[in-house]
């Protein structure tokens, strides 16, 4: 069994790490820890653990200790140093936060403000999209994690990215996030009167994952690609749907959009290209770590509109940490992840 | 007091109006009708009305025969006949339906499939968006009441428009509305296990509020324009955001951007367009007929971004209809309708 | 004009208060305070209000000396001084908060733990139910306005208490409310992932509505009341449903139970006893003044289940504040309050 | 492997049972049925199950045929002749529905409306609430699935009732469901802007889960009960709360109470007794086969508060009857079933 420590365990990705933990064949968790509640149990801190897991917080080098992979979900600047402690003691490290995410450091620190510490870690490290950089991942220690919104909108847009039927200018990522992605500390916003029966845009065309969907669509494009991206508050619990918005190359018809999809991601368990017809919901791949893809194309206005939907406490977050946990153990990349998504 | 007759008076845009003609302090419901509910009260099909309005439907002549103006919340096709009764009673009418909305009768004949009944009155009647075409509606007996996606896309483009910032091509509204907008019918997409705690776009880009904004933004802008419109089912009861996309022209500023929108909305009561910093929130204009605005610019990609917030049963349905009968009335336009929105 | 003054404007009552005056023909906001945003304007805090009304939160001083009638929602413990400040500035006073909802001293320290700070006032002081206290409400300066349970409750059991039908022991009043009761602060609790889709009871038979709830009971009924409160927490933004059980007296009758019901509420415009058959909902009465209730009888174990249904912001706060108001100051009891609930 | 057959497959519990036995490690889904989409795919009806499970619905009779055991999932007075049918082909059966729940002829008569077509038969099965009546169920090929109430309701009550604690009259259920108990097919009343926001009770001592909790309590007790049973509709996908209220004997204390729930329950592994100061959530036990009780003491009034959650679709339906199919084959009763409920 692999060892697992969750370092922020009990934020929203971390807690979500223990409880898809529980159900993995081949880990288990080994130890746990937490600044805010150290000392408690998890269970104290979410009730619907109660009896099944109740370990207790201890502190990261407790962790780092016990364990042979550390996931890390924390805010942004705190990972590099656990990293390295990880590296130090020869624990693979897996960070959910923004701290590796990053290739440039002029990028990181003109959206995120901190420096990289330790820039050959930073070098060692691998952005872990399994579906677009498996063969990076396998055999590495430091996996940067990527965001929700980061893992939706490329997954939207790679096939028409990759085989050149869309142009590279004037990309729109408009999505819609369930408020756990806003995390678990009560603010005015996310206080239930107030955010019920509502939706809305938020730092709109100024928020941390634009770099990193930039980095990702460039790197899949081979040219330097600039989005506009603007995400929205949903008033449900879980799930992301990028709208992502695209010109259509001269010539391209919805035929070869939608051949480029299923061609693409033929062989990926994670991704479903949707039938023709249907339109990706966000319904439909609660708590699972499925990514459900619909192509359109807007003839009349000659635009690209895919739709991907994921959860953003599973794709985007613990589930595919556990994916890149299963590439780097060398095993399958379902393992623990199989399950199929709840109907309602 | 205008004696007001509803037709279709137990649709979710009928029982709305009879609700908001209710607080009129001008107009008083005289007569309502249902084909699906004939002889039974309204209160019957919405409990929230029992004691204080227990009118009983009757049929769509009674209706004419006892009204200063008619409303008609019916599926399209049916209007065209009764609005030709209306005229012949002297009886204004204002059509909630689509079969007035759009000049072209080619146009409505490729997205609703029918044809103009009677030539002369599609020419004499007039596209009620009172923010852009309020002369026009002055004096008029037919209106056509735009619908609910294209009362708040063109609201959120059009000073943009009109003062030639953005290019004119590759428009997109992305939108996203409550359930109501999809009507009293149970359905099972709308069923509520199967709609909660969901999202997903659906009619993409060949939705039949399509050719209706483009008509509008075209009549503003002075050239034919091609939007791409995809509109999203949202997990709430009441609201439409409008998310919209657009080139802006080399040279052109967010100041520039921000005074244009200040400029053109300055005299509009129900138009408010926030300050710098806000994001329109449907939450925050449920049960008026307030639009909110927020203007952003994407500096980096060249875009503007402009949300557009309306309740689609109020500004985008029953509070629209009555602000083009005060209009038509000589009355104020804000009769009825100067209500503060909840907080919550 | 009445002056109306708003002490604690920012909370959940106090804007709702500064809403539902903002349409009263016969009363104006003339001031309004708090004390976490003075200086601030209230749309800053709720934007919903933006434009519509921006005034600026001053202190209560302020407020006081502007205001023919002062309005406060405020912690317990607060009301007490300002109730003397405005006796002695000849200036009426509705407490929302709890101050002076207990006659009782003892039971006051028991469950809210001060004392009654000038036992004159509390004397002088009255209970703002106006459905069974109107008499003594007229003419009064000091009135405590009742709770949100409170107010649902015993209107729930009046009829069958006043007319000696059911049992007096081991009443049962088993509540539901929606969020907004719980406050505006934000709290872990009422955080949106964490209270939506969730149901649960909280403070078990220990809730400080339970002696006030008595107490109404124990008025109308002659004797001494001991009842089982259990409220709930609902993830909606708005209402509250009791639903109460009582032991009905031998040989009683379903229609001796309807008969009490209707005969008692017959002029009460904001009762709404309903027809056999449907039950009270919270969604039918949501933005208004009107209470809900249905009487059932549960023959085979000779119990009585009434269910009544308030907006616990409107009859359960607000709108009961005004509602006392309109008579204290000689009006009609429904002005400002004769809205027609919306149907969703 | 288990041969699993699922007969009304396309129904909300049918789906469920799917989507469990998916990942149930010693039995496999071999054949679903569904009158109502014979012919079709059940990720045609549930898009969530799209590519992973792609089951075609057969008939009935084709089920049997290649199942070791079959669910059945239909409406009232159906299962009987089904049941029938599995016995003459040595298949177990447990029955989701109602038709062998109720012992006595005369209650079926009385609340559904039918007649016991095989008397033998219905000698032969045996009421599958395990934490109950575990021995009785063993070897048994017949079983009668409790419904959701009916499971959570007398769960709540059991070590009271056991012990004698509390008297056997006056009981009250007052419970409120989660929208999928009451079914995939789309109605007014759960038309999500009907239903969203709002909560009502409905059929007020008069639904037929009436007699079968009293037939459970009675069980318990030895003596014949009658309970006063209502529930109410919440606007939330999934779980039951009952609140359960009986007077305590003179003298039982709170420790004696809930030192009967803690020893009673002691080796249930589903049913988690929470420590004092909790309230059962129905938040903490979604997508899990777990019933959460919290056990109160209302000192005042000598009233027992007993509050149990469970997910209808899981310890309510699909769950609890993989749980008997455990039993009955002789596995651990967890087996499939041991998942810790999501935090959110």
């Known amino acids: 069994m692999?060892?697992?420590g969750i370092v922020g365990?009990?934020?929203?990705?971390?807690?979500?790490?223990?409880?898809?933990?529980?159900?993995?064949?081949?880990?288990?968790?080994?130890?746990?820890?937490?600044?805010?509640?150290?000392?408690?149990?998890?269970?104290?801190?979410?009730?619907?653990?109660?009896?099944?897991?109740?370990m207790v917080c201890e502190n990261a080098d407790e962790v780092v200790r016990k364990s042979d992979v550390v996931f890390a979900a924390l805010p942004h600047g705190l990972s590099q140093?656990?990293?390295?402690?990880?590296?130090?003691?020869?624990?693979?490290?897996?960070?959910?936060?923004?701290?590796?995410?990053?290739?440039?450091?002029?990028?990181?620190?003109?959206?995120?403000?901190?420096?990289?510490?330790?820039?050959?870690l930073h070098e060692e490290s691998v952005y872990g999209l399994p579906e677009f950089f498996r063969d990076d991942i396998k055999g590495k220690s430091v996996i940067a994690n990527p965001g929700c919104y980061t893992t939706c909108s490329?997954?939207?847009?790679?096939?028409?990215?990759?085989?050149?039927?869309?142009?590279?200018?004037?990309?729109?990522?408009?999505?819609?996030?369930?408020?756990?992605?806003?995390?678990?500390k009560p603010v005015q916003g996310n206080h239930y009167p107030e955010l019920n029966e509502g939706f809305?845009?938020?730092?709109?065309?100024?928020?941390?994952?634009?770099?990193?969907?930039?980095?990702?669509?460039?790197?899949?494009?081979?040219?330097?690609?600039?989005?506009?991206?603007?995400?929205?508050?949903?008033?449900?619990?879980?799930?992301?749907?990028?709208?992502?918005?695209?010109d259509v190359k001269e010539g391209v018809t919805y035929e070869d959009l939608r051949k480029a999809y299923e061609d693409y991601y033929k062989d990926e368990f994670f991704v479903r290209v949707l039938p023709e017809g249907m339109c990706a919901d966000i319904h439909n791949i609660k708590y699972s770590n499925f990514c459900d893809i619909s192509v359109h194309f807007d003839k009349?206005?000659?635009?690209?509109?895919?739709?991907?939907?994921?959860?953003?406490?599973?794709?985007?977050a613990a589930g595919q940490a556990i994916q890149n946990m299963n590439i780097i153990f060398g095993l399958d990349e379902k393992t623990g992840l199989d399950i199929i998504p709840p109907a309602f």
Chains 1, 2, 3, 4 share one sequence.
């Open 200 to 246: 809305h845009a938020y730092k709109v065309a100024c928020h941390r994952h634009t770099p990193e969907i930039e980095q990702t669509l460039s790197r899949l494009s081979g040219e330097k690609v600039t989005v506009t991206f603007v995400p929205h508050l949903l008033p449900v619990n879980r799930g992301i749907l990028a709208t992502c918005y695209a």
């Open 9 to 54: 365990a009990t934020g929203y990705a971390g807690c979500e790490l223990v409880r898809l933990i529980g159900s993995h064949p081949e880990a288990e968790v080994a130890a746990i820890s937490s600044v805010s509640f150290e000392g408690k149990k998890i269970s104290d801190v979410y009730p619907s653990y109660i009896y099944l897991n109740d």
């Open 81 to 120: 140093e656990l990293a390295a402690e990880c590296k130090k003691n020869n624990v693979k490290f897996i960070d959910l936060g923004a701290d590796f995410r990053l290739e440039s450091e002029d990028e990181y620190t003109e959206w995120y403000g901190g420096t990289f510490l330790d820039k050959a």
């Open 300 to 316: 009349r206005a000659g635009k690209l509109v895919a739709c991907a939907a994921i959860d953003n406490m599973v794709k985007g």
């Open 154 to 184: 490329p997954l939207a847009l790679a096939p028409a990215v990759v085989n050149g039927l869309i142009e590279m200018k004037g990309i729109i990522c408009n999505c819609a996030s369930g408020v756990t992605g806003a995390g678990r």
């Open 2 to 4: 692999i060892k697992v």
